[in-house]
């Protein structure tokens, strides 16, 4: 049996990957869920995990280091790296939109907008046919309106508590979000049998 070399992205998604993963049937070792090893084996699956940043597992799985990974759609949108989606684990669901301040007009000449995902809010303005300035932050976006940086950001939505606590209000919703399946082309031809396993043992999980 060849070995399997999965990128799990550490934080949000991790946990219910993790639990995806064990509810498949897969004998995976406890020390995955509390060490801060970043790579850990599980040696009854023949199987390699590596912990990455949630951003950083497309670049795994497409170089070829990791066969197949867990991202988020909206990492998948951002970067558009060559690999292939395989499956829609249907977990850690929240949407991107964008928002502001309520009752406000963007600014008619070049409205600013902030964000974590440049290319997924260009992509979308550019639909609009709206011509904007990104400014690209790394966290905290919904400060950018408050304090007059931005006109609009395009972030992340999951409860709305962030935009309701920061007195900001959504405008447009632009996707929805939940974590896929990816795989490296060449392993997916070369380990065909042992990620087509994996596909529908967690097709069956993520179905329920
Ligand atoms: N409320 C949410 N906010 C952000 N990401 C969410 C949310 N709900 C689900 N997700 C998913 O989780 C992923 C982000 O996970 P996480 O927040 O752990 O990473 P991160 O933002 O890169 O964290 P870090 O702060 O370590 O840079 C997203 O790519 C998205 O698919
Ligand atoms: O709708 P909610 O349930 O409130 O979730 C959305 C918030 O969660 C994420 O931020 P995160 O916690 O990752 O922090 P960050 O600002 O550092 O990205 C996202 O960027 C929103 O700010």
């Known amino acids: 049996m060849d070995e399997l070399t999965i ?8 946990e219910e990957a993790y639990e995806l993963l064990v509810n498949a049937g897969y004998d995976l070792p406890k020390e995955i869920d509390d060490s801060r090893k970043l790579i ?92 904007v300035e990104i400014i690209e932050l790394n966290g905290s976006i919904e400060l950018a309106p408050m304090i007059g940086l931005a006109d609009r950001i395009v972030d992340i939505v999951s409860t709305g508590k962030t935009l309701k606590e920061n007195g900001l209000v959504e405008y447009e919703k632009i996707v929805d979000i939940t974590s896929r399946l990816i795989a490296n082309p060449v392993s997916y031809r070369l380990k065909q049998d042992r990620i087509q396993d994996l596909v529908e043992k967690l097709r069956k999980q993520a179905a329920r």
């Open 7 to 14: 990128a799990m992205p550490k934080g949000r998604i991790f």
């Open 40 to 131: 850990v084996e599980a040696p009854n699956e023949k199987i390699r995990f590596i912990l990455a940043k949630p951003m950083d597992v497309p670049v795994y799985v497409e170089h070829g280091v990791a066969d197949v990974g867990i991202a988020g759609k909206d990492v998948m949108l951002e970067l558009d790296r060559s690999v292939h989606e395989l499956l829609d684990l249907g977990i850690s669901r929240c949407y991107i939109a964008t928002a502001g301040l309520p009752n406000t007009e963007m600014n008619p000449v070049t409205p600013r907008i902030a964000t974590k995902y440049p290319r997924i809010a260009s992509r979308f303005y550019r639909g609009l046919g709206e011509q």
